[in-house]
């Protein structure tokens, strides 16, 4: 029987469990997915400790964990068109990627260019995708100033990667041991903790012109009020408190052509997923503690061998 990691019920750590279960049917609009990468996401360990995404019912339990996947198509459900068994792919999955079968509604799926490993493919959905709706939302001008905070993460380091690469400059916060890091996708590094405003102010003497956050709290309180425009401000950790000082959360399309454009930018060398860490489905609960650390560099991913 095909493997697939769960939780059990809300909790910590010990509601996790490798377990077998039947594959799911594709339902109208959904392709039967034989999983070849899963990334891993903070919003994983999130819902299962009990978040419900907004306008979603609570999945019933065993629910497997994971929000993005790539693998091949093994069967398509009533109404799909555009894709057949054996079509390469990644996306969004409804029943949860760290699985060796998955459910992808093709809405939120594309198909994976040739030139991008499963892994890769694995990476983009979530993190990258959230960056790069993120930039498009907040639309830094070429020569501004924009600031990342989180930006050693999943969504930071794509964030920092894109507006770089758009003529933006970025001022990146970050722990030390991310310096290196982030400095190698182009940003001026700050260090985080307390009185970061204070270094931020140091190394970005003609102000900040937006924020792209990615922490929340404390952090988020401290930087927010370097904007001469507070609307310049958007939170993907932290809505509440966004909308709060004056800015706004990260609205997401989650579209297949997203998809596609976030694939296309990694083909032209102009993103790339940075998977610093990869894990076996049998190490699935080692992969999201890394995640769950809070201080994750780049992309953890989830291999599934064929
Ligand atoms: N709304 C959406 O659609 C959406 C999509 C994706 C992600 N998100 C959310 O966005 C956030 C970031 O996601 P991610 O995938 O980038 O997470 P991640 O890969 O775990 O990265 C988070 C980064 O935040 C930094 N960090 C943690 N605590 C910090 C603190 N107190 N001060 C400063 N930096 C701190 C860590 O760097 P250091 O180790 O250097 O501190 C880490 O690199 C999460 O809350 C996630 O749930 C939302």
């Known amino acids: 029987m095909p493997k697939a990691y769960v939780f059990t019920r809300n909790g910590g750590p010990e509601v996790e469990a490798l377990v077998e279960q039947e594959a799911p049917v594709p339902g109208p609009g959904e392709l039967l997915v034989a999983v070849r990468a899963a990334g891993v996401n903070p919003v994983d360990w999130k819902l299962r400790r009990g978040y419900t995404r907004p306008g979603?019912?609570?999945?019933p339990f065993?629910?497997?964990?994971?929000?993005?996947?790539?693998?091949?198509?093994?069967?398509?459900?009533?109404?799909?068109?555009g894709f057949v068994p054996g079509d390469e792919v990644f996306g969004?999955?409804?029943t949860g990627g760290y699985a060796e079968y998955t459910l992808l509604p093709v809405a939120v799926t594309a198909h994976k260019p040739a030139g991008l490993s499963f892994t890769d493919a694995a990476a983009l959905p979530v993190a990258a995708a959230t960056a790069y709706e993120g930039l498009r939302q907040l639309a830094p001008a070429?020569?501004?100033?924009?600031l990342v905070t989180g930006a050693g993460g999943g969504v930071g380091n794509a964030a920092a990667q894109l507006a770089h690469h758009a003529g933006v400059k970025v001022v990146a916060v970050a722990g030390m041991?991310?310096?290196?890091?982030?400095e190698s996708l182009g940003a001026v590094h700050v260090e985080s903790g307390p009185s970061v405003a204070v270094r931020v102010r140091a190394v970005a003497p003609d102000g900040i012109d937006a924020v792209f956050?990615?922490?929340?709290?404390?952090?988020?309180?401290e930087v927010a009020p370097l904007l001469a425009d507070p609307a310049a401000l958007i939170s993907a950790a932290d809505k509440l408190?966004?909308?709060?000082?004056?800015?706004?959360?990260?609205v997401r399309a989650r579209t297949s052509a997203v998809l596609g454009e976030v694939a296309g930018l990694v083909v032209a060398g102009a993103l790339r997923t940075h998977v610093t860490r990869t894990y076996p489905l049998s190490a699935a609960g080692e992969a999201l503690r890394a995640v769950e650390s809070g201080h994750g560099r780049g992309k953890t991913v989830i291999e599934v061998t064929a």
């Open 56 to 59: 979603s019912e609570p999945q």
């Open 62 to 81: 065993p629910t497997v964990l994971g929000s993005e996947a790539a693998g091949v198509v093994v069967a398509v459900g009533p109404d799909v068109e």
């Open 92 to 94: 969004s999955p409804v």
């Open 142 to 146: 070429p020569g501004s100033t924009l």
């Open 177 to 182: 041991a991310k310096k290196d890091f982030v």
């Open 213 to 221: 956050d990615l922490v929340g709290g404390d952090t988020l309180r």
């Open 241 to 250: 408190l966004a909308v709060e000082l004056g800015g706004a959360a990260v």
